[in-house]
């Protein structure tokens, strides 16, 4: 069975500062990873994707990600934090037709 | 090009009452698949259409239950309502691939009374 842990309820970060995100997973072959973002009373918006390839993935809105297959992690990225970034971040493995996500993480961005 | 639509944004049910909601996919999409998400459970898979059959389904019981038109448009219907299915229900479509990214609507609100 595949499985994600967001390990953080809630990540604190000044604007301007980077910020990470943390997401391990657990899965059988290779893995199809994805990160989304929630805002409030609204469906989720995809981020990035790792499928293969570049361990750095680079996606929407300045994000980006860090593939680590040793340590079967998926950690997302920002050098510049945003106020506007706040929101709810969700981390997931992608298997037939169905994601499995994490916990999920929210991000507040101090101005 | 527009996106997943969700109808309706709101609802509200009483206990053993049953409830049907829909989902229009991005065009070109063939997959359909729903989450729950509630507070308590996070975000959690229900189904997945593709082509008008159920390609996979999650762990919940036989109430919840679904279709795919032709159209790709699908419907999840919710019988015998309990208070525990209030809930965020999400409908996301994609081209129907492990490696390509769903895309959600704004989901549908079911309280339930």
């Known amino acids: 069975a595949q499985s994600v842990a967001q390990p953080e309820d809630q990540v604190n970060v000044a604007e301007g500062n ?12 290779n893995p199809y990873l994805f990160w989304y973002v929630q805002y409030p ?9 790792y499928i293969t390839g ?7 809105y300045g994000f980006e990600a860090e593939f680590n297959k040793s340590q079967t992690s998926f950690h997302l990225k920002k050098p510049s934090a945003l106020v506007s ?15 499995t996500f994490g916990s999920g993480t929210r991000l507040q961005v101090q101005p | 090009k527009a996106g997943v639509t969700q109808t309706p944004r709101y609802l509200i049910k009483t206990r053993g009452q049953q409830v049907t ?8 999409h063939r997959s359909v698949s729903w989450y729950q998400q509630t507070p308590g459970q996070g975000l959690q898979f229900l189904f997945e259409y593709f082509s008008e059959t ?9 109430r919840f239950s679904g279709r795919q038109f032709s159209n790709s448009r699908s419907e999840m219907n919710v019988s015998t309502l309990e208070l525990g299915d ?8 994609s081209l129907g691939y ?16």
Request: charged letters at 10%; hydrophobic letters at 35%; one cysteine or more.
């Open chain 1, 18 to 29: 980077p910020l990470t995100v943390k997401c391990t997973y657990s899965v059988s072959g």
């Open chain 1, 41 to 49: 009373n609204r469906g989720l918006q995809f981020l990035l994707k």
């Open chain 1, 54 to 60: 570049d361990n750095l993935v680079k996606g929407s």
């Open chain 1, 85 to 99: 970034d706040s929101a709810l971040y969700f981390c997931a493995v992608s298997l037939g037709g169905a994601l």
């Open chain 2, 21 to 28: 909601l829909s989902c229009s996919p991005i065009s070109g």
């Open chain 2, 54 to 62: 159920q390609r996979n389904k999650g762990n919940f019981p036989g």
């Open chain 2, 86 to 93: 209030s809930a965020l229900y999400l409908c996301a479509s």
């Open chain 2, 98 to 113: 492990n490696n390509q990214p769903q895309h959600f609507g704004d989901g549908t609100r079911l309280s339930i009374l």
